[in-house]
């Protein structure tokens, strides 16, 4: 930025609009002003012209200093918000500066301003007078108009640097006299994060709390913050499973005058230090932290998994969340300590079957006399699992035909009716044009009694909607073009399609238990148990499902049945 203007005052070509923005606090407004002072500068002789170093004693440098000069204005967009407050400034521009070089707008928080007024502000700022020159400043640059950016040159203000703000609050300590430790700097430092404003009244509020000198515990009481090395040993206690330790340092900060939501805080941030340190040694240069916490995280870095730091990383992410919502934030903070405390030491999956493959199946657990353990048994589990899910799933009643109704209609077998000689084939056809609620009702409320090409008896289930044979028929009409008799029976019915997967689920469920790689994870962990069963068929039954192209046409339900 000061290059840019440096050579556009040498080379007299100085833009009609500036735009600052950044982070609060980082000295946009000041900096406009400094500008500001920097095209009226005369110099101590007079006869000074635009400058980047304003000599800050001539007549507009100190009026513009003090806020007085009356071809410097000042407006604060977030109360003057409407088309009449630009009104006033496009009506002014067209009077020339009545004691300075340039009449200077500078319109703070300009992203406050109306759709309207911004409209109104474009001609103006697109071709002011020679004399008029704009300054904006804004925290929100994307809430500002792209019309507005392509006439302004814009100067983004980054963050204040830990090492240069430590320097700034030591100089105004040392010029208020008042004496502060460096660790109760850096915890200013750190809590700032890159606002030298915020900085500065942090600072303020940490000498009137200290009365005398103010060391890091009375910036720490101050802020509500717990005591960083605390915090390690607290993170420390995570990652070793101790959950009573880890809840008896938690109670003690919190006794300590520590906020739970800080000290979720300061975990989640310790595990992005770590992680990043594990990734690029030099993060551990950080001014704000000590001597002693850049060890021991160094030591943690090599200590510890990429996988658990991630977790952990996660799992924090998810505890603030809770503790937000939470009516009592130490409850829900220390149940985030038990999960976590719970988890932080799990294997990997490749750790878990590399240990499992080691150890010995228990006695008798190697199904149907086959021999050996570990991963090696695993696709007798897929084989067994495959020959069982490759039964029908309607054995019995789902046969091209039924001896269940005591009689047989004869009907011409129609060519669009051959398609689908068994039931299964029906509720493929269901299945693929995608309609939940009938597949659902047909799976679990149908017992089927006969089935022959355009013709279906069944006994309704319990709970059975009481039109589904209509809705069936209706459906199964528009989707093939012929008529389909559904008609109800009241003996005769077999299993449903649900009773028949969860007999073969339960089933496939038991062999699981029995083989000996199952067996060992359990015999690992007492409280895990079996949540689902994939073969290898019905994870391909899946991808073809999903593959299936969506169905444009439409059912109607006037149409006649």
């Given at each position: 930025?000061?290059?840019?203007?440096?050579?556009a005052f040498a080379a007299d070509r100085i833009a009609q609009a500036f735009i600052m923005t950044g982070i609060r606090g980082t000295g946009k407004t000041t900096t406009a002003r400094i500008i500001a002072k920097g095209m009226n500068c005369i110099g101590i002789d007079g006869q000074g012209g635009p400058t980047t170093e304003p000599c800050g004693t001539c007549e507009n440098c100190a009026a513009i200093m003090e806020g007085r000069h009356v071809d410097v204005m000042e407006m604060d967009?977030?109360?003057?918000?409407?088309?009449?407050?630009?009104?006033?400034?496009?009506?002014?521009?067209?009077?020339?500066?009545?004691?300075?070089?340039?009449?200077?707008?500078?319109?703070?928080?300009?992203?406050?301003?109306?759709?309207?007024?911004?409209?109104?502000?474009?001609?103006?700022?697109?071709?002011?007078?020679?004399?008029?020159?704009?300054i904006f400043a804004t925290t929100e640059i994307r809430k500002v108009p792209v019309t507005v950016l392509s006439r302004c040159q814009r100067f983004d203000l980054r963050r204040i640097e830990p090492e240069d703000q430590i320097g700034l609050l030591r100089k105004i300590a040392k010029a208020e006299k008042a004496e502060i430790t460096d660790d109760a700097l850096a915890l200013i430092t750190r809590a700032a994060e890159g606002s030298a404003r915020d900085a500065q009244s942090l600072l303020?509020?940490?000498?009137?709390?200290?009365?005398?000198?103010?060391?890091?515990?009375?910036?720490?009481?101050?802020?509500?913050?717990?005591?960083?090395?605390?915090?390690?040993?607290?993170?420390?206690?995570?990652?070793?499973?101790?959950?009573?330790?880890?809840?008896?340092?938690?109670?003690?900060?919190?006794?300590?005058?520590?906020?739970?939501?800080?000290?979720?805080?300061?975990?989640?941030?310790?595990?992005?230090?770590?992680?990043?340190?594990?990734?690029?040694?030099?993060?551990?240069?950080?001014?704000?932290?000590?001597?002693?916490?850049?060890?021991?995280?160094?030591?943690?870095?090599?200590?510890?998994?990429?996988?658990?730091?991630?977790?952990?990383?996660?799992?924090?992410?998810?505890?603030?969340?809770?503790?937000?919502?939470?009516?009592?934030?130490?409850?829900?903070?220390?149940?985030?300590?038990?999960?976590?405390?719970?988890?932080?030491?799990?294997?990997?999956?490749?750790?878990?079957?590399?240990?499992?493959?080691?150890?010995?199946?228990?006695?008798?657990?190697?199904?149907?006399?086959?021999?050996?353990?570990?991963?090696?048994?695993?696709?007798?589990?897929?084989?067994?699992?495959?020959?069982?899910?490759?039964?029908?799933?309607?054995?019995?009643?789902?046969?091209?035909?039924?001896?269940?109704?005591?009689?047989?209609?004869?009907?011409?077998?129609?060519?669009?009716?051959?398609?689908?000689?068994?039931?299964?084939?029906?509720?493929?056809?269901?299945?693929?044009?995608?309609?939940?609620?009938?597949?659902?009702?047909?799976?679990?409320?149908?017992?089927?009694?006969?089935?022959?090409?355009?013709?279906?008896?069944?006994?309704?289930?319990?709970?059975?909607?009481?039109?589904?044979?209509?809705?069936?028929?209706?459906?199964?009409?528009?989707?093939?073009?012929?008529?389909?008799?559904?008609?109800?029976?009241?003996?005769?019915?077999?299993?449903?399609?649900?009773?028949?997967?969860?007999?073969?689920?339960?089933?496939?469920?038991?062999?699981?238990?029995?083989?000996?790689?199952?067996?060992?994870?359990?015999?690992?962990?007492?409280?895990?148990?079996?949540?689902?069963?994939?073969?290898?068929?019905?994870?391909?039954?899946?991808?073809?499902?999903?593959?299936?192209?969506?169905?444009?046409?439409?059912?109607?339900?006037?149409?006649?049945?």
């Amino acid at each position: 930025m000061v290059r840019t203007l440096k050579n556009a005052f040498a080379a007299d070509r100085i833009a009609q609009a500036f735009i600052m923005t950044g982070i609060r606090g980082t000295g946009k407004t000041t900096t406009a002003r400094i500008i500001a002072k920097g095209m009226n500068c005369i110099g101590i002789d007079g006869q000074g012209g635009p400058t980047t170093e304003p000599c800050g004693t001539c007549e507009n440098c100190a009026a513009i200093m003090e806020g007085r000069h009356v071809d410097v204005m000042e407006m604060d967009a977030a109360s003057r918000t409407g088309v009449g407050d630009i009104r006033e400034i496009i009506e002014s521009v067209h009077y020339r500066a009545a004691s300075a070089r340039y009449k200077v707008y500078i319109i703070d928080e300009v992203h406050m301003l109306s759709v309207n007024a911004f409209n109104a502000l474009l001609k103006t700022l697109e071709e002011p007078p020679e004399h008029v020159k704009f300054i904006f400043a804004t925290t929100e640059i994307r809430k500002v108009p792209v019309t507005v950016l392509s006439r302004c040159q814009r100067f983004d203000l980054r963050r204040i640097e830990p090492e240069d703000q430590i320097g700034l609050l030591r100089k105004i300590a040392k010029a208020e006299k008042a004496e502060i430790t460096d660790d109760a700097l850096a915890l200013i430092t750190r809590a700032a994060e890159g606002s030298a404003r915020d900085a500065q009244s942090l600072l303020d509020q940490a000498i009137s709390h200290g009365a005398g000198e103010t060391t890091a515990d009375q910036v720490r009481a101050m802020l509500g913050l717990a005591d960083r090395g605390r915090v390690l040993d607290l993170f420390d206690m995570i990652l070793k499973g101790r959950a009573a330790d880890a809840l008896h340092e938690l109670s003690s900060q919190y006794a300590d005058g520590a906020d739970p939501m800080a000290i979720l805080r300061d975990l989640a941030e310790i595990a992005h230090w770590v992680s990043v340190i594990k990734i690029t040694p030099d993060a551990t240069e950080d001014p704000t932290v000590s001597p002693d916490e850049r060890t021991r995280g160094i030591a943690m870095a090599d200590a510890l998994a990429m996988r658990v730091l991630t977790r952990l990383w996660q799992m924090l992410l998810k505890a603030l969340e809770e503790v937000a919502m939470a009516p009592n934030a130490m409850m829900a903070a220390e149940m985030a300590i038990i999960r976590l405390t719970h988890v932080a030491d799990l294997p990997s999956v490749e750790e878990l079957l590399r240990k499992l493959d080691k150890e010995t199946p228990p006695p008798g657990g190697s199904p149907g006399g086959r021999g050996g353990g570990g991963p090696r048994a695993a696709p007798a589990v897929n084989t067994d699992a495959q020959s069982s899910a490759a039964a029908p799933t309607h054995s019995g009643p789902s046969g091209p035909s039924s001896s269940a109704s005591g009689a047989v209609l004869a009907v011409a077998e129609d060519e669009a009716l051959v398609h689908y000689p068994t039931f299964d084939h029906i509720v493929e056809l269901i299945r693929r044009h995608r309609d939940v609620k009938l597949l659902v009702e047909v799976e679990t409320g149908m017992r089927l009694a006969a089935y022959q090409p355009g013709r279906i008896e069944f006994v309704p289930a319990k709970g059975a909607p009481s039109d589904l044979a209509q809705r069936l028929g209706s459906r199964l009409q528009a989707w093939t073009g012929n008529r389909w008799a559904v008609t109800l029976v009241n003996e005769g019915g077999a299993a449903t399609i649900a009773e028949i997967r969860d007999t073969e689920n339960n089933a496939l469920r038991d062999k699981a238990k029995a083989h000996p790689l199952v067996q060992a994870v359990l015999m690992k962990f007492p409280g895990a148990r079996i949540t689902d069963i994939r073969t290898p068929k019905a994870l391909e039954a899946e991808a073809e499902l999903e593959a299936l192209p969506e169905v444009d046409d439409e059912w109607d339900p006037f149409e006649d049945s």
